[in-house]
Nanobody, 122 residues
Framework: QLVESGGGQVQPGGSLRLSCAAS????????MDWFRQAPGKEREWVAY???????AYADSAKGRFTISRDDAKNTLHLQMNSLRPEDTAKYYC??????????????????WGPGTQVTVSS
């Protein structure tokens, strides 16, 4: 099970920290991703964190977002700074389908949280 938290409404330039609590499986063996989906748009990959500390970001997130994971607490985070109106979306955490393999494709994830809404507006 994956459950996101930390969303909300923030002004442009503000920050939010999203969290994803995982349970029911060995968190340490799966790559974890963040995706987002705005109304009327396809689900978009944001970032992933692998099992040995490597991270990757979409161009839209580079330099502003930081993904991290705490395997001792089975928790994934996404620190979002310098937020823009175009970051408005529902944010989802997802678990990679296969142990030790990371992917940016939604089809390569097997469990998703229900999502948390982020709204950036003045």
């Amino acid at each position: 099970q994956l459950v996101e938290s930390g969303g909300g409404q923030v002004q442009p330039g503000g920050s939010l920290r999203l969290s994803c609590a995982a349970s029911g499986y060995d968190f340490s063996t799966r790559c974890m991703d963040w995706f987002r989906q705005a109304p009327g748009k396809e689900r978009e990959w944001v970032a992933y964190a692998d099992m040995i500390g490597n991270t990757a970001y979409a161009d839209s997130a580079k330099g502003r977002f930081t993904i991290s994971r705490d395997d001792a607490k089975n928790t994934l985070h996404l620190q979002m700074n310098s937020l823009r109106p175009e970051d408005t979306a529902k944010y989802y955490c997802a678990r990679a389908r296969i142990d030790w393999v990371c992917s940016r494709r939604p089809d390569d994830q097997d469990y998703w949280g229900p999502g948390t809404q982020v709204t950036v507006s003045s």
